[in-house]
């Protein structure tokens, strides 16, 4: 079973601190990385992709890929409160020709004001 | 504007009942998946289709059922066999490979 492991948190953090969200992934093949952002009640919505190591930033968000290490993580700069949310990771196995993304379980953020 | 629509936003099942949740995109996206959330739970995949007129089991099919006549329509049956049916339900959609998926805003599905 292709698996991607996420700690559940909560992840609390200051206003205005870096928050590090991170991700294992068991595929050593996987090739596709995504992070997802999912308020409470709401759908997931894709903040991040990532293709290859190394980070890739989009604002206050980077993204960190280490496929040496399997390793996948997300870094929030100048946290806020409506960053507060559940933060879910998802990856491509390898051998997945049908577009299956295995998703880890996510993990809950709180920015306290 | 391009998106996927799920609808209704909340659905209530009487017993023995089949209920249809229903998921359009205009986005030309090739694949479509639904997925089932269980309160503090991650997403489980119940079905998905790559192309027109084909579709596979996720990891949690049974006692749901779906089609795909059309590129833009994915509609998941909720059938009577389905014990538990109260969840939050996700349509998604890509251009499949390894692109990313994109969600509609969901169905809550509950008992009556």
């Known amino acids: 079973q292709k698996e991607v492991e996420q700690n559940s948190g909560p992840l609390s953090v200051p206003e205005g601190a870096i928050a590090s969200l991170n991700c294992t992934y068991s595929d050593r093949g996987s090739q596709s990385f995504f992070w997802y952002r999912q308020y409470s009640g709401k759908s997931p919505e894709l903040i991040m992709s990532i293709y290859s190591n190394g980070d890739k930033e989009d604002g206050r968000f980077t993204a960190q890929l280490n496929k040496a290490s399997q390793y996948v993580s997300l870094l929030i700069r100048d946290s806020q409160p409506s960053d507060s949310a559940t933060y879910l990771c998802?990856?491509?196995?390898?051998?997945?020709?049908?577009?299956?993304?295995?998703f880890g379980q996510g993990t809950t953020l709180q920015v306290k004001p | 504007d391009g998106g996927i629509t799920q609808s209704p936003k909340y659905l209530f099942r009487k017993e023995g009942q089949n209920v249809t949740l229903s998921c359009e995109q205009n986005?030309?996206?090739?694949?479509m998946y639904w997925y089932r959330q269980d309160p503090g739970q991650g997403l489980r995949l119940i079905y998905y289709?790559?192309?027109?007129?084909?579709?596979q089991k996720g990891d949690i099919a049974e006692g749901y059922s779906v089609s795909r006549e059309k590129k833009e329509s994915f509609p998941l049956t909720v059938t009577s066999a389905q014990k538990n049916p109260t969840a939050f339900y996700l349509c998604a959609s890509s251009w499949g490979g390894n692109q990313p998926q994109h969600f509609g805003d969901g169905t809550r599905l509950s008992i009556l």
């Open positions: 289709s790559q192309i027109v007129n084909d579709f």
């Open positions: 986005l030309n996206h090739d694949a």
């Open positions: 998802a990856a491509f196995p390898f051998t997945s020709n049908t577009g299956k993304l295995i």
